[in-house]
């Protein structure tokens, strides 16, 4: 009965913004760290942006200062706020939940950045 559901995905232009969701349901919220991973193709998953139970955060170099994550517990709801978007960011992006536990993905939304 886990969920981990991402919306938000789609085409934007080069520089433009998008935010993505990822709608949690079948677990216990606050205790789980998320994580936004992504996956061109050919190439490895990576971790783009974390965030712990307690709201820490960690960035990868490349989307440093214009990506931001967040969470909101009262609606199971872990945002990636995506600014000043490059073609290089086009991916799959994932979310991922994880506690001492557990650890579970989503399916998945396509982001493309493209003019």
């Known amino acids: 009965q886990v969920q981990l559901v991402e919306s938000g995905g789609g085409l934007v232009q080069p520089g433009g913004s998008l935010r993505l969701s990822c709608a949690a349901s079948?677990?216990?919220?606050?205790?789980?760290?998320f994580g936004w991973y992504r996956q061109a193709p050919g190439k490895q998953r990576e971790l783009v942006a974390l965030i712990s139970s307690g709201g820490s955060t960690n960035y990868a170099d490349s989307v440093k200062g214009r990506f931001a994550i967040s969470r909101d517990n009262a609606k199971n709801t872990v945002y990636l706020q995506m600014n000043s978007l490059k073609p290089e960011d086009t991916a799959v992006y994932y979310c991922?939940?994880?506690?001492?536990?557990?650890?579970?993905w989503g399916q998945g939304t396509q982001v493309t950045v493209s003019s």
């Open positions: 079948g677990m216990r919220f606050s205790v789980h760290s």
């Open positions: 991922n939940a994880q506690s001492a536990k557990t650890h579970f």
